[in-house]
């Protein structure tokens, strides 16, 4: 299935503003699924990286929803899907939430004073193999802002083995890894950072730490106080219900995740069927092997005679296309964050 081809075929000719990046309103408690799937037309100097940090997305996000399109060079006029909808993570809302096998981070604060609730969501940078970022409930113990990164025995002998040594502290500025501000968890050695490489947010860089772009970190370090509780999950197949049709978002499992997650799934989609009134709704076993099969971290319905993985990216919104580099004086576009960082 040539999905790139699909939206070249079938996308809305006129082009609308985009969504909002990162924040969303949440219509009630029982929300499942926010935002909308966008589709924007490449620029030739436009790369994965750069579409990504202009739109809130992560690098990997963007490769798995357009298989066959070349990350580093689409090409002008390529047709770029925007995985912007997603289906929220089975985890209690509120604080934060850390959806490790989606690379996304969403944020829930309070109420406010009118009793409107919205739900932020950023993209993650996440350990490498090896170096798994944990799951788990904690919370938020320090903030620290022009951090001094106190580089663990355990990177520094990294470091000297591949022949770069690196000093026991690195002082706050344009070279230290941590950016400008952090969040420590009451997991010891873990940390919500920035990065001074934000070409590597939405992949496996990391020792374990999650990195945010550094305009996104810098809110949510605004926005969250000591005591905010933090719940770290590993869920790269979600469901959730949305105006009467049940829908599946799939993610790539990490590597060392061998949990057999089509069959969980799809025990999950019978199971939630089966509590829902309506008895005419029924999925459709192929289209749901389709999602499942294709892991492309955008929300299709399962049910019969819904729309399927093709028809989903024909009736996306065409949106403008925003990308801008302004922001990127000093990143490294179109280079991965090198390995060895926090």
Known sequence: MDRSAAGQAGVQVGEQPPLPRNRFVLRDEKQDLIGELQVI????????????????LGFDELVDANPGVDPWLPGAGTLIVLPTRYVLPDAPRQGVVLNIAAKRLFYYPPPDAAGESVVWTYPIGIGRAGWATPTGSTTVIS????????????????YAAQGNPIARQVPPGPDNPLGRYVLGLGMPGYLIHGTNKPAGVGMRVSHGCVRLFPEDIEH??????????????????????????LYLEAHPPLEEDDRPWPELTERAVFAALERFPDAALKSDSQQLQQIAAAQAGFPVSVLKDHPDMDETVQQARRVKNIVTYEWMAGDTPGEPASAGKP
Do not use: H, K, M
């Open 41 to 56: 037309r490449a620029n030739y100097e436009d790369t994965f990286v750069d579409i990504g940090r202009s739109y809130g």
């Open 143 to 158: 903030r620290a802002r022009d951090p001094v990164w106190y580089v663990p025995a355990s990177i520094r002998a990294e």
């Open 220 to 245: 949510l370090y605004q926005a969250v106080d000591l005591g905010v509780p933090v719940q770290i999950v590993n869920q790269p197949f979600l469901i959730g219900w949305d105006r009467g049709a």
